[in-house]
T-cell receptor
Framework: AQSVTQLDSHVSVSEGTPVLLRCNYSSSYSPSLFWYVQHPNKGLQLLLK??????LVKGINGFEAEFKKSETSFHLTKPSAHMSDAAEYFCVVSDDPDKLIFGTGTRLQVFP | EAGVVQSPRYKIIEKKQPVAFWCNPISGHNTLYWYLQNLGQGPELLIR????????DSQLPKDRFSAERLKGVDSTLKIQPAELGDSAVYLC???????????????FGPGTRLTVL
């Protein structure tokens, strides 16, 4: 069975400082992994995806994530936070293109 | 290009009343999904359509929930009767279907926030 654990329910950073959102996964197969972002009153938006190509994945808005099989992790990072990054972030695992298993989310707050 | 459209955006009803949610997917997307998102949780799949056929409804509580996708475009999700525990956000998503084993990005609508009193 697949599952994903987001290690922090809330993360607070100051604008201009690095962002780290942690995600660990469990899967019997070689999974696909994703990060989605959800801004208030807006639909979930795909930030980036890992589908067994390069382990360091670059996404939109300066975000990137590194797939580490030995650690079963897929942490999301950004070198410098912007106020507009404040949102809910979901780590997602899938071994079936039509079945996404979402984590419980991490709320990112960015202070000026 | 317009995204996934959902209506209403908010709905407040009393328990035991019926409620319906509507979704218009992105034009040309033949796969449509309904998700349930409880407060503080990630979305969970309720049902998936390929064109007008419900190909995965294993997580849909069929005693009170029903869905349809007439003509393989718009879809409606219904709850009858609603219970207090149904208060949540109902999300619709759509994607193309390029191949069985390839990943096709799911595009999500803004959701309908249901409150059952």
């Amino acid at each position: 069975a697949q599952s994903v654990t987001q290690l922090d329910s809330h993360v607070s950073v100051s604008e201009g400082t690095p962002v780290l959102l942690r995600c660990n996964y469990s899967s019997s197969y070689s999974p696909s992994l994703f990060w989605y972002v959800q801004h208030p009153n807006k639909g979930l938006q795909l930030l980036l995806k890992y589908t067994s190509a390069a382990t360091l994945v670059k996404g939109i808005n300066g975000f990137e994530a590194e797939f580490k099989k030995s650690e079963t992790s897929f942490h999301l990072t950004k070198p410098s936070a912007h106020m507009s990054d404040a949102a809910e972030y979901f780590c997602v695992v899938s071994d079936d293109p039509d079945k996404l298993i979402f984590g419980t989310g991490t709320r990112l707050q960015v202070f000026p | 290009e317009a995204g996934v459209v959902q209506s209403p955006r908010y709905k407040i009803i009393e328990k035991k009343q019926p409620v319906a949610f509507w979704c218009n997917p992105i034009s040309g997307h033949n796969t449509l999904y309904w998700y349930l998102q409880n407060l503080g949780q990630g979305p969970e799949l309720l049902i998936r359509y390929e064109n007008e056929e419900a190909v995965d409804d294993s997580q849909l509580p069929k005693d009170r929930f029903s869905a349809e996708r007439l003509k393989g475009v718009d879809s409606t999700l219904k709850i009858q009767p609603a219970e207090l525990g149904d208060s949540a956000v109902y999300l619709c998503a759509s994607s193309t279907r390029a191949g069985v084993s390839s990943y096709n990005e799911q595009f999500f609508g803004p959701g309908t926030r249901l409150t059952v009193l």
